[in-house]
């Protein structure tokens, strides 16, 4: 099989740098081209092999002034992981309050990524 080359911008930093990822026949990754630095091509490896995302989402909160907490997933996890992780953390309440950076789920799906609040949520005070 032929070798295939792929297109993508780096979202690592601002610059934005436009990549070209080469994979051989069977999508192994060959090389990268465009990247002004090696942040870039880890990118591009990871990105065509095993990509990552941020899951940001929302978790219910029990006597709190609001019924949900804003959170996300404090680093990238494996793409193909986020519908089973966003069954998981469906299935979560927290009891209010509720601190900005606040880790409510540990090591969400053993991929050694926390959950974090990324707002606070005081107690309701009419509870
Ligand atoms: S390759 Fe390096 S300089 Fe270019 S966008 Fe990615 S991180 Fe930034």
Redesign the pocket.
Known sequence: MSEKTIEM?????????N?KVTMDGNGKFLSVT????????I??KEEVTEPKRILPTNIKVVGGELPLVSVRTEKPIPKKLLFEAMEVIRTFKVKAPVKRGQILIKNLLGTGVNVIATRTVKMDKGT
């Open positions: 911008t780096c979202v690592v930093c601002p610059i934005g740098c990549l465009g990247n002004k630095c090696l942040k870039g091509a990118y591009a």
